[in-house]
């Protein structure tokens, strides 16, 4: 049911989606649809966190991978699975990290990004000698929030993204963090 969810958010958007349109799309019941999800927030929400759980996996696989010469690299493999989530994952353009349905999505006290960000740097501290400092994590929020904006904005660009709005985003984030000292 989630990947007829993804197709049908890439196809009518959130606001065009219905149980009734899902459970066409999935071949099932109606029944079956609301026997798992109350509604189509319920819906969306589950493909997101899913979204959500594919790229923090991602992450976790490719910044301890020793493949990183210093921490920015981590923060440019970050940006670039988020790139090729809007390239190649079914709905994602449209749901994000759930901003559309929820922006405390995983976590009730946190916006997304921040938990994003959260991830990202502990990682980065972990397996690569980033600053375990409130000032990094501050700027690491800062640098997720502005990427997500570029990215979007590159999408809406063009259908595989404005490379040269892509190619801005990276550089606009590390001139960000070297404003910080952290590069």
Request: charged share 25%; with cysteine; glycine share 6%.
């Given at each position: 049911?989630?990947?007829?969810?993804?197709?049908?958010?890439?196809?009518?958007?959130?606001?065009?989606?219905?149980?009734?349109?899902?459970?066409?799309?999935?071949?099932?019941?109606?029944?079956?649809?609301?026997?798992?999800?109350?509604?189509?927030?319920?819906?969306?929400?589950?493909?997101?966190?899913?979204?959500v759980e594919?790229?923090?996996?991602?992450?976790?696989?490719?910044?301890?991978?020793?493949?990183?010469?210093?921490?920015?690299?981590?923060?440019?493999g970050a940006?670039?699975?988020?790139?090729?989530?809007?390239?190649?994952?079914?709905?994602?353009?449209?749901?994000?990290?759930?901003?559309?349905?929820?922006?405390?999505?995983?976590?009730?006290?946190?916006?997304?990004?921040?938990?994003?960000?959260?991830?990202?740097?502990?990682?980065?501290?972990?397996?690569?000698?980033?600053?375990?400092?409130?000032?990094?994590?501050?700027?690491?929020?800062?640098?997720?929030?502005?990427?997500?904006?570029?990215?979007?904005?590159?999408?809406?660009?063009?259908?595989?993204?404005?490379?040269?709005?892509?190619?801005?985003?990276?550089?606009?984030?590390?001139?960000?963090?070297?404003?910080?000292?952290?590069?």
């Amino acid at each position: 049911m989630l990947d007829a969810c993804a197709e049908l958010i890439d196809e009518v958007g959130y606001d065009g989606l219905s149980t009734t349109l899902l459970a066409e799309r999935a071949g099932v019941a109606i029944g079956s649809v609301y026997q798992f999800f109350p509604d189509k927030r319920a819906i969306v929400q589950a493909l997101t966190l899913r979204n959500v759980e594919a790229y923090l996996a991602k992450l976790a696989d490719r910044i301890p991978a020793g493949e990183l010469t210093h921490w920015w690299d981590g923060v440019d493999g970050a940006i670039e699975e988020y790139i090729e989530l809007h390239r190649s994952v079914p709905g994602f353009r449209t749901l994000h990290f759930g901003d559309v349905v929820d922006v405390h999505l995983i976590d009730p006290d946190r916006d997304n990004n921040a938990v994003i960000a959260d991830h990202l740097a502990d990682l980065l501290v972990r397996y690569h000698g980033a600053p375990d400092s409130a000032e990094f994590r501050f700027a690491l929020v800062i640098s997720v929030e502005a990427a997500d904006a570029l990215i979007k904005l590159a999408f809406r660009r063009h259908p595989d993204g404005d490379n040269t709005v892509l190619t801005e985003a990276k550089t606009f984030v590390r001139g960000y963090l070297q404003a910080f000292a952290l590069v």
